[in-house]
């Protein structure tokens, strides 16, 4: 489980930068050596960049919560990705029971099957 310190490094103008070093101590109860994880906040945008750069994945990492939490009550919307949104508008794909299909061996639902799941990973790819 890991657990964060933060230090203030540097304040260049609206850019805040931090240092947090996360301690992490597996399930055993052995302590590993702190990992330093540098941290930028820019106060005009409420912008986090973390080095670990887990955010380009998707989701903000703890580092970038971590420093956002000082500074914000809640997570600003250009964070949220719209799938999250409850105002989201999803495209559903016809499902393969509505098809009536008969496919008698493994070749034919491929070929029934795969342009449908191509057009599932576009959507999740694209959200």
């Known amino acids: 489980m890991p657990s964060c310190s933060k230090s203030q490094v540097r304040v260049d103008g609206q850019i805040t930068t931090f240092e947090l070093k996360e301690r992490v101590v597996d399930k055993d109860g052995k302590l590993h050596t702190p990992k330093a994880y540098e941290v930028l906040f820019i106060k005009a945008e409420i912008d986090v960049y973390c080095i670990c ?11 970038a919560l971590y420093v956002l ?4 009550d809640e997570i600003p919307s250009h ?3 719209p799938r999250w949104r409850k105002d989201s508008k999803r495209k559903y794909v016809e499902s393969c029971e509505s098809l ?6 493994r ?3 491929y070929g029934i099957l795969y342009p449908y ?3 599932i990973i576009e959507e999740g790819a694209s959200s």
């Open 79 to 81: 964070y949220i990705l």
């Open 53 to 63: 750069r887990l955010f380009h994945k998707g989701i903000l990492c703890r580092h």
């Open 117 to 119: 799941t191509i057009t």
């Open 100 to 105: 009536n299909f008969e496919a008698s061996n």
């Open 69 to 72: 939490n000082e500074f914000v």
């Open 107 to 109: 070749v034919q639902r």
